[in-house]
């Protein structure tokens, strides 16, 4: 059974860091593009970053602050955000592509997590 479970959310302060996971079961992550996206309260859902072997994709509101990987051993993909701003508050979801190349369009993606909750706040 295909599943992609998110953790490593939580409360930051404006410039800290968090590290998310997305640990995939059911398939193996190597042969699809693996995209993290992001909701805020009344805002549609955006996409953040994307990863397939050799490619990424970042949106212009993170590019130098976020930095996708994905271990492919342990079936997992991460989120490295750094310098977090209040307006990353949203939760935080990574998804598996329909399509073999990477992007982040909601589109895009048949299988999501449940989401995991980032706050940013002093």
Same mark, same amino acid.
């Given at each position: 059974? +295909?599943?992609? *479970? ?13 590290? +998310?996971?997305? *640990? ?6 190597? @042969? ?10 009344? =805002? ?17 509101? *993170? =590019? ?7 271990? !492919?051993?342990? !079936?997992?993909?991460? +989120?490295?955000m750094n310098s977090l701003k209040p307006e990353d508050?949203?939760? @935080? ?24 909750? *980032?706050?940013?706040?002093?």
């Open positions: 059974q +295909l599943q992609l *479970v998110e953790s490593g959310g939580g409360l930051v302060q404006p410039g800290g860091s968090l590290r +998310l996971s997305c *640990v995939a079961s059911g398939f193996t992550l190597t @042969y699809y593009p693996i995209a993290w996206f992001r909701q805020a309260p009344g =805002k549609e859902r955006e996409g953040v970053s994307c990863s397939r072997d050799g490619t990424t994709i970042y949106a212009d509101s *993170v =590019k130098g602050r976020f930095t996708i990987s994905r271990d !492919n051993t342990k !079936n997992t993909v991460y +989120l490295q508050t949203a939760v @935080y979801y990574c998804a598996r592509s329909r399509r073999p190349l990477c992007s982040i369009r909601p589109a895009d993606f048949g299988s999501w997590g449940q989401g995991t909750q *980032v706050t940013v706040s002093s």
